[in-house]
Nanobody, 125 residues
Framework: VQLQACGGGLVQAGGSLRLSCEAS????????MAWFRQAPGKERDFVAG????????YYADSVKGRFTISRDNAKNTVYLQMNSLKPEDTALYYC???????????????????WGQGTLVTVSS
């Protein structure tokens, strides 16, 4: 079971990036998914979450209106579109899946059972 996150990179403030998280070895089509991030020296924080069906989403206040989470269950992939990036968005971004199927949006780390390896996003000022 593997969650492979990619799409990170170096971008100037105000720019955009799209992160992808593809599952292999197992299908996560029926699981809620989420993105978290961890800046150097800080805790891992919730960024965005999506329900198993894609019908519900939830965002951290710091990214609301700038980031969009979505999923393509046919491709077993979750996305995070990040616009209007700020230097404070610099972090290692992780995707994660819930522990059980058919769950609602998850925001707490303890509720996520499967984690990807992280992709680095660096926003320069």
């Amino acid at each position: 079971v593997q969650l492979q996150a990619c799409g990170g990179g170096l971008v100037q403030a105000g720019g955009s990036l799209r992160l992808s998280c593809e599952a292999s070895g197992r299908t996560f089509n029926n699981y809620p998914m989420a993105w978290f991030r961890q800046a150097p020296g800080k805790e891992r924080d919730f960024v965005a979450g999506i329900s198993w069906s894609g019908g519900a989403t939830y965002y951290a206040d710091s990214v609301k209106g700038r980031f969009t989470i979505s999923r393509d269950n046919a491709k077993n992939t979750v996305y995070l579109q990040m616009n209007s990036l700020k230097p404070e968005d610099t972090a290692l971004y992780y995707c994660a899946a819930g522990r059980t199927r058919y769950g609602a949006v998850l925001t707490a780390i303890s509720n996520l059972g499967f984690w990807g390896q992280g992709t680095l996003v660096t926003v320069s000022s």
